[in-house]
């Protein structure tokens, strides 16, 4: 099995019978260790050694999420209120973290617990310390995605550090130019990476509007991004994660355009939508039997027909036989093309 293209080790490897009494051995051994943290919260013995206990059983099995809400209740109850030095508490309990993350960094407890742990720190330390853990946490997020770029847990707890780092409660400041620089290094380094397009993609309007962007500006880097585009997807125009973007890309023209008269949006949309459907064109004769083009060669015209106004020119008459192509060369999804294409003539888009 792989998972983002890295193959895993086969473990079909016949157990010998000391290797079955060892495994045997560590299942009663972890047991134990279970009866034993649930009887000391049971008995409220909220003290050091229970938080031990948990830290080694989690060390087994982080996804025992039970366990860290008991070591919660620990934290809270116990440890952090007698601490002398809360920041070295917390501090060293993310550490703790960290090797768990680097084992399993995609297991969502380590995560929200993670979290957690920092968002005590700005309840409970001083502004200034509570931000040199968020920075640190933002670098390690950096570490994470390195070793894995399309991690989406890491990306996901990425946008939650960043917005914690923005806020007035931290003496924080908005770090959209950052944040969409790191996507342009992130996709530049492997474009087959829904996470940092689709982080890339909430970013747009807000870069614009942070910088004060003029209407010209804004076209321009309208203009821009789609070139990126289009080069990744000359590139390679089966891969998936591209074509999301470009749906999110048109889908978010509006708002990168900004607040302007209709009329004058309504010519720049058709615009876009014309020399689009050009690009789409001229990219299905390189990939013929690529089905995302089909797609969405199909959902461009239809878009560019319901925004003509009466008399104007569309271009919509290749649409059947895109449909038909569709089904053709996804055929798993034949129904799904036969009812978008029954729809359409309910509409009256097409014959």
């Not at 998936?240 to 509006?254: E, I, V």
Request: proline share 3%; aromatic share 10%; charged share 25%.
């Amino acid at each position: 099995m792989a998972s983002h293209g890295v193959s895993r080790p086969a473990t079909t490897e016949k157990r010998t019978e000391q290797a079955r009494q060892k495994e045997l051995s560590k299942i009663v051994e972890y047991t134990n260790l279970v009866d034993s943290v649930q009887d000391k919260i049971a008995a409220k013995e909220l003290t050091a050694e229970t938080f031990a206990l948990t830290s080694k059983l989690l060390s087994l099995n982080p996804e025992f999420y039970t366990i860290w809400n008991h070591r919660r209740i620990v934290l809270l109850n116990a440890l952090l209120p007698s601490a002398s030095n809360p920041l070295s508490l917390l501090s060293s309990d993310l550490q703790f973290l960290i090797p768990l993350l680097r084992q399993f960094p995609k297991c969502y407890w380590i995560w929200k617990y993670r979290l957690w742990l920092l968002q005590s720190s700005t309840r409970l330390l001083r502004a200034t310390q509570s931000r040199e853990l968020w920075k640190a946490e933002l670098a390690l997020c950096g570490q994470m995605l390195a070793r894995d770029s399309r991690n989406f847990h890491g990306w996901g707890y990425r946008r939650h550090v960043v917005r914690a780092l923005e806020t007035e409660e931290l003496g924080g400041k908005s770090m959209a130019e950052e944040e969409f620089a790191y996507t342009t290094k992130m996709t530049g380094t492997n474009l087959s990476n829904f996470s940092a397009w689709h982080a890339r993609g909430t970013l747009l309007p807000r870069v614009l509007n942070e910088r004060g962007a003029t209407l010209p500006e804004r076209i321009d880097f309208y203009r821009t991004e789609q070139d990126r585009l289009h080069d990744a997807l000359f590139t390679d125009p089966y891969d998936s994660s591209l074509w999301a973007y470009h749906a999110t890309l048109f889908d978010s023209l509006d708002n990168i355009i900004g607040d302007v008269k209709k009329n004058i949006l309504h010519n720049i949309r058709c615009d876009i939508l014309e020399q689009e459907l050009d690009f789409i064109v001229d990219l299905l004769e390189e990939a013929n039997d690529c089905k995302w083009i089909y797609e969405a060669a199909i959902r461009f015209s239809l878009i560019h027909k319901r925004a003509l106004v009466d008399g104007e020119k569309n271009n919509s008459e290749h649409v059947p036989q895109w449909l038909l192509k569709l089904q053709e060369l996804d055929r798993l999804r034949g129904d799904r093309w036969k009812d978008w294409t029954k729809e359409l003539k309910d509409e009256g888009l097409l014959q």
